[in-house]
């Protein structure tokens, strides 16, 4: 027998009773029994579960779906539920019913944790109302806007390991502003929530009825059509389209959404069509991972496909790959985003103060691509939830790989919106016997091959990111790749944007630098640029261009103290299937 610390086991016990699902309150009784019979990893797993709760933040909640208050479970879930509803309450101050939707993807747990999310605002005195059935993310942003409603619920995890699970929240109708209607929350309404949330009672003691509304069919017909209309008649509309929905929710609209877009030549990958939370087919449900778009390359194959998209586990990223002499190649989402700019750009005159925007470490291209068509640009803090409250915004994205599209409609990150957008552009340059490449060789001679890539630091301790971007911050480096550093930004200080936590870094030959922490994982992240102007041959440009990255690779990883940190291929062009 092993004696385990009194005030954890009081803790334990406190949330058992306080827990009203029976199989969270057997796998805390099992692993408090293992721990109490000398296994330290059971020990020390309790302890992990009850260091702290799961924190309500911008991103909302997200986490491993396991029994605990530092863990994603119904308990959790019915809590802060019943924070949003005390918290809406109060906003509303009996001027109005606030009305919430709710929205939910295929993963384990997620169907549940939106029931019972339902079922505490029914009980609460708000209009709830339930999507039928598990839909892509965009759909629950759709619905926010189309029904006005006061704020939207949607119970995903996106493209993380099939163990998580996770809660976001979008704020609208008479809570907000028109620009912000239908967005995710920023501070401080996150932490305004999150205080609501520690004021909940335990789950157990929180009210729950039925009586909720559950949304017809014809809210996703309504989403699919707007979807559509933003293609054109014009261009080659049998170019041949392989589409995966990676095990997700996405098929069933994105399919629709192509083929009411003129798209009837899609072939989807079979064994990735279907919903399953166990993503059997994948190393990992994220396209932009090495390896995840195997299937899809391989079906492009016996196609002879013109263009590969795939859509995340909840649609609201697309992935890109193009057909080249060398064979697939993924496109960046800094290319597909320069992609989609330079089409919205070239489509129509767009009125007076409309922007294009994009997180400050994503590409410099698309804002070179904006001043040369006389458009406004903003740069905004990583995330949709600022990029989509730009003003006048008719285009934004960030590089991994989400694109606002349609903000009238969905003020988030929508990959199906994107799929149409760029299917659609794919097909007006088939028509005139050019390529998406073709487009990228045209960017890079005008305004010089971009390419950009990540150097990544995960860590087990949180406290040594801290500690890393400190010693940063303390001697940042004066030179990079053989290059002065110009301008060193500390991001703490705000200016143009809200002060975050980060450097940025510019070099007299115009590479970047941003050294920042990851807001959703346990990981320090460099983004790195560097722009090599064209004069001559194309090709050659693009190799010192990838030899500068792989020298400026090199010289963050040492300065950082991480020889062996994770790094991109320093290689903007994407990698070769």
Not at 357 to 374: E, F, H, K
Not at 548 to 554: K, S
């Amino acid at each position: 027998m092993t004696d385990l610390d009194p005030e954890l086991l009081d803790a334990v016990r406190a949330w058992q009773a306080g827990d009203p699902d029976g199989a969270t309150r057997k796998e805390l009784a099992d692993l408090t029994a293992a721990a109490r019979t000398g296994d330290a990893g059971a020990a020390a797993e309790l302890a992990d579960r009850f260091s702290g709760t799961l924190e309500f933040g911008t991103a909302g909640l997200r986490g491993v779906m396991e029994a605990g208050p530092n863990r994603m479970n119904r308990a959790v879930v019915i809590r802060a539920a019943a924070g949003l509803a005390a918290f809406l309450t109060e906003r509303a101050s009996g001027r109005f019913t606030p009305r919430v939707v709710i929205g939910y993807d295929a993963r384990h747990q997620s169907q549940q944790f939106a029931r019972d999310t339902a079922a505490v605002m029914t009980a609460a005195g708000l209009e709830a109302m339930l999507l039928s059935s598990a839909r892509p993310t965009p759909v629950l942003a759709f619905a926010v806007q189309s029904l006005s409603a006061e704020a939207g619920v949607m119970v995903t995890a996106s493209h993380n390991p099939p163990r998580d699970n996770g809660y976001k929240v979008y704020l609208g109708g008479r809570l907000t502003e028109p620009g912000e209607r239908g967005a995710q929350i920023i501070p401080p309404t996150d932490s305004q929530i999150a205080a609501h949330i520690d004021a909940a009672p335990p789950a157990a003691s929180v009210r729950m009825a039925e009586g909720w509304h559950t949304l017809a069919h014809t809210r996703i017909e309504g989403y699919t059509a707007c979807v559509a209309a933003l293609a054109r008649p014009q261009g080659d509309k049998t170019i041949s389209i392989v589409y995966t929905a990676m095990h997700g929710v996405g098929a069933d609209v994105a399919t629709a959404a192509l083929s009411r877009a003129g798209f009837d030549n899609v072939t989807t990958v079979a064994e990735q069509n279907d919903p399953d939370p166990d993503f059997p087919t994948l190393p990992f449900p994220n396209p932009e991972e090495p390896g995840a778009l195997d299937a899809a390359v391989a079906t492009a194959r016996r196609a002879h496909a013109d263009l590969i998209i795939a859509n995340d586990p909840d649609a609201d990223r697309c992935a890109v790959a193009v057909p080249t002499p060398g064979g697939w190649r993924t496109l960046t989402g800094d290319e597909v985003g320069a992609l989609i700019g330079t089409y919205v750009a070239g489509r129509a005159a767009l009125t007076p103060g409309s922007r294009f925007a994009n997180s400050i470490v994503s590409s410099r291209l698309l804002a070179r691509v904006a001043a040369d068509r006389g458009i406004e640009h903003r740069e905004t803090l990583t995330g949709f939830k600022w990029i989509a409250r730009v003003p006048g915004l008719v285009f934004g994205y960030e590089e991994a790989i989400g694109y606002c599209v349609d903000p009238d409609h969905v003020r988030d990150k929508d990959g199906i919106g994107a799929a149409v957008l760029i299917a659609q552009f794919a097909a007006e340059l088939a028509a005139s016997s050019r390529s998406l490449s073709d487009v990228l060789d045209d960017l890079a001679r005008r305004h010089g091959v971009h390419v950009s890539a990540p150097v990544t630091i995960r860590v087990d301790d949180l406290d040594e990111i801290g500690r890393l971007l400190g010693a940063f911050e303390a001697n940042p480096p004066t030179q990079l790749a053989g290059s002065p550093v110009d301008v060193t930004d500390d991001l703490r200080d705000g200016g143009a944007l809200p002060p975050t936590p980060g450097m940025r870094l510019t070099t007299r030959d115009d590479s970047r630098l941003i050294v920042r922490p990851s807001g959703t994982e346990p990981k320090l992240k460099c983004y790195l640029e560097v722009v090599e102007p064209v004069t001559g041959d194309l090709a050659a440009a693009r190799q010192r261009a990838d030899d500068r990255m792989a020298r400026l690779t090199d010289d963050v990883r040492k300065a950082l103290g991480q020889e062996t940190a994770e790094s991109g291929s320093g290689n903007s062009r994407g990698s070769r299937s």
